[in-house]
């Protein structure tokens, strides 16, 4: 990590929490939604948008107090944010630190955006598959009507 980037990760210390790093710019009210923070949320939450980062040149930062995260939704900002990065803070310091990696196939995250896929079945529908056709940009396909998802729709496919 060079000096600048840990500034950046200090605009507020937070002594326990998560704070997720390297957030495609733009993506960070994306995360907030995967991780399920809304009005409701009494913790401190901080947002820092479209900051300078050498290696996106631009990222969005994500901080959370008093959070965990767990693998399901790592997987899911993976989607989203395939760069990010997530640090455990545990009093005042980072005890773990992660790069989001994205699975060959994902499942049961997403929503099949085509009605009459069997993952869409109102009886026993099957666990939705989506298999990565292409990294960047992303474009998914479904594993069982091979209907493609990309850009906006995939964040609108997520399931919460
Ligand atoms: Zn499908």
Same mark, same amino acid.
């Given at each position: 990590?060079?000096?600048k980037?840990?500034?950046?990760l200090?605009?507020?210390?937070?002594?326990?929490?998560?704070? =997720?790093?390297?957030?495609?710019?733009?993506?960070?009210?994306?995360?907030?939604?995967?991780?399920?923070?809304?009005?409701?949320?009494?913790?401190?939450?901080?947002?820092?948008?479209?900051?300078p980062?050498?290696?996106?040149?631009?990222?969005d930062?994500?901080?959370v107090?008093?959070?965990?995260?767990?693998?399901?939704?790592?997987?899911?900002?993976?989607?989203?944010?395939?760069?990010?990065?997530?640090?455990?803070?545990?009093?005042?310091? /980072?005890?773990e630190?992660?790069?989001?990696?994205?699975?060959?196939?994902?499942?049961? =995250?997403?929503?099949?955006?085509?009605?009459?896929?069997?993952t869409?079945?109102?009886?026993?529908? /099957?666990r939705?598959?989506?298999?990565?056709?292409?990294?960047?940009?992303?474009?998914?396909?479904?594993?069982?009507?091979?209907r493609?998802?990309?850009?906006?729709d995939?964040?609108?496919?997520?399931?919460?």
């Amino acid at each position: 990590m060079n000096g600048k980037e840990d500034r950046v990760l200090k605009i507020k210390t937070i002594k326990d929490g998560i704070v =997720i790093d390297h957030i495609s710019h733009g993506r960070a009210p994306d995360v907030l939604q995967i991780l399920g923070i809304d009005n409701q949320f009494k913790d401190s939450v901080t947002i820092a948008m479209n900051v300078p980062s050498k290696i996106l040149g631009k990222k969005d930062i994500v901080k959370v107090e008093n959070r965990d995260i767990d693998s399901n939704e790592i997987n899911k900002i993976a989607i989203i944010a395939p760069n990010a990065t997530i640090n455990k803070i545990r009093n005042y310091r /980072v005890v773990e630190k992660k790069k989001v990696t994205l699975p060959k196939s994902i499942v049961g =995250i997403l929503r099949c955006p085509n009605p009459s896929c069997i993952t869409n079945k109102e009886r026993e529908p /099957v666990r939705s598959v989506f298999i990565v056709k292409q990294k960047d940009p992303l474009v998914l396909a479904c594993k069982y009507c091979e209907r493609e998802i990309s850009g906006e729709d995939i964040t609108l496919s997520i399931t919460t």
